[in-house]
């Protein structure tokens, strides 16, 4: 199907066969979009990337050597780089206002890829603590890939292929419960993207003029038919702008379909859960006040004990009237344009070196051909895990 779009001229352009083009017959909501072209696929394995996502040189082959060797998994799961595009706002990495910024690592070789195979659920419980580690749980919508199979049996243990308030982040935590080991590749095989139009993005960051469109209506441009109505189980954390606010969601989305257990919601600290999504709420967010409100709503749904908790801790010093500066018109200042960070530590850069993702990816390349592979004694991924 096709019918003289952007992406449908690119396609063209490249006079292949292998390049299937499809158009929805309607506007989709966007987890039901990468539903309809998971259905759509015929490959034998399926990787699904958003626009503003690229995928690194020596991806297919490093997976057609992993996947070969352990061929009775069914999901792979992988290290990925990071880049903000330029027009999302330096409030996701503070002070980058304006500027591209590029997240690598040089600590794996290229064609021997470090398999890591790894407790599921234990992996899962430390994302309770430490946010970040949800990047060890496939994401089906970055980070990994699956077996065509693995539809099925995705289908049949949780009856939906994407779900919840955040889909990538959802799949994550109900994969992270149904699965008992995960395969993790230590190599990165994919870039993750943040642009101004990630919804990701908007989530994390609220809104911070009155320029700018609530949350709510963001999502309802993009989800196109309306958003989504949370569950009871999903209202006990609202939606306030943060990680763990949506993090937790999802996981009481998953509670509700069965696949993750009322037991570990029981070993929870539900206080320290609270207390985590409210040190995440920006007080420059005009709908700061509203949101304080929401998550006071989701506590009460607890009861009077954790709702005095709450009342005592956080309302009345949350709804103190405080003076906002602006952070980033200093930052604008500086004169470098991008910022590029491998291995922890900022690198030198030609001028307009990564300004689209396609760059990014040209510079990582050149910068793996020339750094050579992990030198004997140097930190490995593996580390983590240990």
């Known amino acids: 199907m096709g019918g003289g779009t952007p992406i449908y001229n690119i396609c063209q352009s490249f006079h292949d ?8 017959p309607r506007n989709l909501p966007l987890m039901k979009n990468f539903e309809y072209a ?12 958003g626009a503003d996502d690229g995928i690194l040189p020596w991806a297919l082959e490093e997976l057609e050597k992993v996947i070969e060797q352990y061929s009775e998994r069914r999901i792979f799961t992988w290290m990925e780089e990071n880049y903000k595009w330029k027009d999302a706002s330096g409030k996701y990495k503070r002070g980058e206002a304006g500027k591209a910024v590029l997240t690598g690592h040089t600590d794996f070789q290229i064609g021997k890829p470090e398999v890591i ?3 599921a659920k234990d992996v899962f419980l430390d ?3 430490e946010y970040g580690n949800v990047m060890y749980l496939p994401q089906l919508y970055h980070n990994s890939g699956i077996r065509r199979e693995y539809l099925s049996i995705l289908y049949e243990k949780t009856g939906v292929l994407w779900a919840g308030i955040s889909q990538d982040i959802c799949m994550a935590v109900t994969i992270g419960n149904i699965e008992d080991t995960l395969c993790f590749i230590a190599t990165p095989l994919t870039v993750s993207g943040m642009s101004g139009a990630s919804i990701g993005c908007q989530c994390v960051l609220g809104n911070t003029s009155y320029n700018q469109k609530s949350i709510e209506e963001k999502m309802k441009s993009t989800f196109q038919q309306g958003m989504r109505v949370q569950g009871y189980k999903e209202r006990l954390f609202s939606i306030t702008s943060g990680f763990f606010s949506g993090f937790y969601a999802c996981i009481m989305y998953g509670n509700a379909i069965g696949c993750i257990s009322d037991k570990i919601l029981e070993e929870r600290d539900w206080k320290e859960m609270y207390k985590k999504v409210v040190m995440e709420l920006q007080k420059e967010d005009i709908l700061y006040d509203a949101k304080v409100h929401r998550l006071r709503y989701a506590v009460s749904l607890l009861g009077e004990e954790v709702l005095e908790w709450f009342d005592q801790i956080f309302y009345q010093d949350a709804l103190q009237l405080v003076t906002i500066e602006d952070k980033e018109e200093c930052i604008e200042s500086l004169s470098y344009s991008e910022v590029i960070i491998i291995d922890d530590e900022k690198v030198e850069a030609e001028p307009e070196s990564i300004t689209d993702i396609y760059k990014a990816i040209l510079f ?7 750094k050579g592979p992990r030198l004997p004694g140097e930190r490995s991924t593996k580390d983590e895990f240990q």
């Open 127 to 129: 994302c309770f603590e």
């Open 17 to 24: 066969n292998r390049i299937k083009y499809y158009r929805a």
């Open 364 to 370: 990582l390349e050149n910068l793996k051909n020339n």
């Open 117 to 119: 195979i790894y407790p």
């Open 38 to 49: 998971f259905l759509k696929s015929e490959g034998e394995f399926l990787i699904a990337m």
